[in-house]
């Protein structure tokens, strides 16, 4: 051998347990990559809601499209906190205005954008169970570490 050459991680040739590790975290978690800067976008919108609603509408709008992108799912409670027309984080007295409506047989919560103007409902029955809440809905848990 000369002196700008490796040698093998094992005697055999074998690759080391070490890069054996790497291979099947990347085969339980694809796109990782992907969900970490839709991390950083999402937590930059919720970070300027405050002071410049429009820079967060566009890391909103940003964190969507990346995930549409690579196809990957945002998880409900995420997608709840972002105007579906402009990407906003809706944040209570900065960003939306929050009413509570109780009627005899109809109540729910209405959102209302304060940078387009769009409105969502979120309907509360007694009875109500969202489906990610039931545990048959579970198939499979990714722990990222």
Request: with cysteine.
């Amino acid at each position: 051998m000369s002196t700008g050459e490796q040698k093998p991680a094992s005697q055999n040739g074998t690759p080391s347990v070490a890069t054996n590790d790497k291979k099947k975290q990347a085969k339980l978690c694809a796109g990782r990559e992907t969900y970490e800067r839709m991390n950083f976008l999402y937590q930059a919108a919720t970070l300027m809601s405050t002071s410049n609603p429009q820079l967060a509408a566009y890391y909103g709008k940003l964190t969507k499209s990346v995930g549409k992108k690579a196809v990957l799912r945002m998880e409900p409670a995420i997608k709840r906190t972002l105007c579906v027309r402009c990407g906003v984080h809706l944040n209570p007295g900065f960003t939306a205005d929050i009413y509570d409506y109780r009627h005899k047989k109809l109540c729910y919560l209405q959102v209302d954008c304060k940078l387009c103007g769009f409105s969502k409902r979120f309907y509360n029955h007694k009875n109500h169970q969202l489906w990610l809440d039931n545990p048959q809905s579970i198939v499979e848990r990714v722990e990222f570490s």
